[in-house]
């Protein structure tokens, strides 16, 4: 097993690795995964996904703050500037969206995580950590944590901020692999297995626990394996199959899908293979 640790992005050529996102993409629909990891078709974001890069903007930013300036108000006037930044950063955003409107809704998850949490009793280890480590078997995973807790005592708690309402029970599986991901990634780079993984959900206040073990993560990497065996199958053949479903009609890449009539591009080659192209985040 190789472990890397990771600091600030760079820019420079990755091979492709296993992200939680695009691991969902994959068992979501082959073709979709296709299209955004290795093809890496432009998309528009929501409004949505708008307001959670906001939402975790300005909670990142808030945990910059000394312990007693993280209060309600204080976070409130995060927003205003967080957004303002994301448009210097993403200026295809401006003029897109009813601002008022959205620093509005973003305020007001942003002043529900007071209801969740008290940010100025601890001190997080690290918010938007990267991480990347490559399991025993030749899994390279790659993602983004929102926030890591250490205890004084060496304990690890994952934390992930949701912009949306907590899930009915029985989505709560999908909810946690993005989390078991992570719990992943740590144990192994840090020889930790995490205490707790915790999602906060904004848009009602709950909050969503779970306690895993070595054997249940075990178990998990396991899925992980099969994940990145699939993919790289598909990956030699060109061969990622569109699986439609009621989560097509927000696909940005419906006109490009043959089960709606439409032909994607040529496929590029598997990123970094022989006549692929040079880079992708699989």
């Given at each position: 097993?190789?472990?890397?640790?990771?600091?600030?992005?760079?820019?420079?050529?990755?091979?492709?690795?296993?992200?939680?996102?695009?691991?969902?993409?994959?068992?979501?629909?082959?073709?979709l995964y296709r299209f955004r990891a290795v093809d890496r078709l432009p998309e528009t974001p929501g409004v949505a996904q708008v307001r959670g890069t906001l939402v975790?903007?300005?909670?990142?930013?808030?945990?910059?703050?000394?312990?007693?300036?993280?209060?309600?108000?204080?976070?409130?006037?995060?927003?205003?500037?967080?957004?303002?930044?994301?448009?210097?950063?993403?200026?295809?955003?401006?003029?897109?969206?009813?601002?008022?409107?959205?620093?509005?809704?973003?305020?007001?998850?942003?002043?529900?995580?007071?209801?969740?949490?008290?940010?100025?009793?601890?001190?997080?280890?690290?918010?938007?950590?990267?991480?990347?480590?490559?399991?025993?078997?030749?899994?390279?995973?790659?993602?983004?944590?929102?926030?890591?807790?250490?205890?004084?005592?060496?304990?690890?708690?994952?934390?992930?901020?949701?912009?949306?309402?907590?899930?009915?029970?029985?989505?709560?599986?999908?909810?946690?692999?993005?989390?078991?991901?992570?719990?992943?990634?740590?144990?192994?780079?840090?020889?930790?297995?995490?205490?707790?993984?915790?999602?906060?959900?904004?848009?009602?206040?709950?909050?969503?626990?779970?306690?895993?073990?070595?054997?249940?993560?075990?178990?998990?990497?396991?899925?992980?394996?099969?994940?990145?065996?699939?993919?790289?199958?598909?990956?030699?053949?060109?061969?990622?199959?569109?699986?439609?479903?009621?989560?097509?009609?927000?696909?940005?890449?419906?006109?490009?899908?043959?089960?709606?009539?439409g032909t994607p591009p040529p496929y590029p080659g598997w990123p970094g293979g022989p006549g692929g192209p040079d880079e992708g985040a699989a």
């Amino acid at each position: 097993m190789t472990v890397t640790t990771v600091g600030p992005p760079e820019r420079v050529r990755r091979r492709p690795a296993l992200s939680p996102s695009r691991a969902a993409d994959f068992r979501q629909c082959p073709l979709l995964y296709r299209f955004r990891a290795v093809d890496r078709l432009p998309e528009t974001p929501g409004v949505a996904q708008v307001r959670g890069t906001l939402v975790h903007a300005v909670l990142e930013q808030l945990y910059a703050l000394p312990a007693a300036e993280r209060v309600p108000a204080g976070a409130a006037e995060l927003v205003a500037p967080a957004w303002a930044r994301l448009l210097t950063e993403r200026q295809e955003l401006a003029g897109r969206f009813d601002e008022a409107t959205l620093l509005d809704a973003a305020g007001e998850l942003v002043a529900r995580y007071f209801t969740c949490e008290d940010p100025s009793a601890f001190e997080p280890e690290a918010c938007e950590l990267r991480v990347e480590v490559e399991l025993a078997g030749g899994v390279p995973l790659r993602g983004v944590v929102d926030r890591v807790d250490l205890a004084p005592t060496g304990e690890l708690r994952v934390v992930d901020y949701k912009t949306g309402a907590a899930p009915p029970e029985v989505g709560e599986a999908r909810a946690l692999f993005q989390m078991k991901f992570y719990a992943v990634v740590l144990w192994r780079t840090r020889g930790v297995v995490p205490r707790q993984l915790r999602l906060i959900y904004l848009a009602d206040g709950q909050v969503l626990t779970s306690a895993p073990s070595a054997e249940e993560l075990e178990r998990f990497e396991r899925t992980l394996g099969a994940i990145w065996t699939a993919i790289l199958a598909a990956g030699a053949t060109g061969d990622f199959p569109p699986n439609p479903g009621g989560l097509c009609r927000w696909c940005d890449h419906r006109a490009l899908c043959p089960a709606f009539g439409g032909t994607p591009p040529p496929y590029p080659g598997w990123p970094g293979g022989p006549g692929g192209p040079d880079e992708g985040a699989a």
